[in-house]
Nanobody, 111 residues
Framework: QAQLVESGGGSVQVGGSLRLSCRAS????????LGWYRQSPGKSREMVAQ???????EYADSVKGRFTLSKDDAQTAIYLEMHSLKPEDTAVYFC?????WGQGTQVTVSS
């Protein structure tokens, strides 16, 4: 059974940075879709960044130029570097790999 464990969330001020990590066990990346989604209260879950086997990385327009998705095949981990954070980035962030989902990590950006 695959398991994804996220870490790195927290509270920061506007303009700050965070790095989210997601470590997978029980699977290898292969050519699976992997990425990060987020969900704010009262809103549906939205794609933040995703890639298929690292060939092309798709970013939501709202995070382009500020967020960077990366992966480490050897560690079966993916990361989300977030810079210039805004209050509207506040959400629970979920990693997903091959259809599996992590439990989510809270990111709060305050002004």
């Amino acid at each position: 059974q695959a398991q994804l464990v996220e870490s790195g969330g927290g509270s920061v001020q506007v303009g700050g940075s965070l790095r989210l990590s997601c470590r997978a066990s029980g699977l290898t990346f292969g050519s699976f879709r992997l990425g990060w989604y987020r969900q704010s209260p009262g809103k549906s879950r939205e794609m933040v960044a995703q890639t298929y086997a690292g060939r092309y990385i798709e970013y939501a327009d709202s995070v382009k130029g500020r967020f960077t998705l990366s992966k480490d095949d050897a560690q079966t981990a993916i990361y989300l570097e977030m810079h210039s954070l805004k209050p509207e980035d506040t959400a629970v962030y979920f990693c997903t790999i091959a259809g599996y989902w992590g439990q989510g990590t809270q990111v709060t950006v305050s002004s």
